[in-house]
């Protein structure tokens, strides 16, 4: 929802898409108080000062969509913000949910592009050397990375086996990789 609004704001300067903004800055700021406490607390925290903002931003999308001309880039992120509106309600009801799926975002991102980076690894060796060499970062953090100790063995015992280009005729031909 900010997203498309934010597109709005600094491809068209749009004041009202600012003031839209605004309200949304005053959601997270809420949120960035309220970070690290318990459901219970945050719930209450949300039920007093959660609840009015998006009252609030609501009205001002509301108002804003009614200004707008309905084919302009601003009233269709309105109307994509709109029909997200039970979505963005649910977290006020819950003291467990964020307010957004960022974190869970970050915490996948590493996995992603790990198993898009061993596509590239251009023979089954390099893939394997590939997947040994870089492990399992994202579990390795949860855990304070306890695996630190395994990888490096594991790094120190590849270079032992294999040297440069262990006979793979595609190894040497292979750019080197990046992880």
Do not use: W
């Amino acid at each position: 929802m900010r997203r498309k609004i934010y597109d709005v704001r600094f491809a068209k300067a749009s004041p009202a898409a600012q003031q839209i903004l605004d309200r949304i800055a005053a959601l997270f700021e809420i949120e960035a108080d309220n970070r690290g406490r318990s459901p219970a607390a945050r719930l209450a925290v949300r039920q007093v000062q959660t609840i009015s903002v998006v009252a609030q931003l609501a009205v001002v999308l509301d108002d804003t969509l009614a200004k707008t001309s309905a084919k302009s880039s601003l009233a269709g992120a309105i109307r994509y913000a709109r029909t997200r509106r039970e979505a963005l309600g649910r977290f006020m009801t819950d003291g467990r949910l964020e307010m957004t799926n960022n974190a869970a975002k970050r915490a996948i991102r590493p996995l992603a592009l790990g198993r898009k980076n061993y596509l590239f690894a251009r023979s089954d060796t390099g893939g394997q050397r590939a997947v040994a060499l870089r492990g399992r970062p994202p579990f390795r953090r949860a855990r304070k990375c306890a695996g630190c100790a395994a990888k490096s063995s594991i790094r120190v015992q590849l270079a032992a086996q294999h040297g440069p280009n262990d006979g793979d005729h595609r190894a040497a031909a292979a750019p080197a990789m990046e992880f």
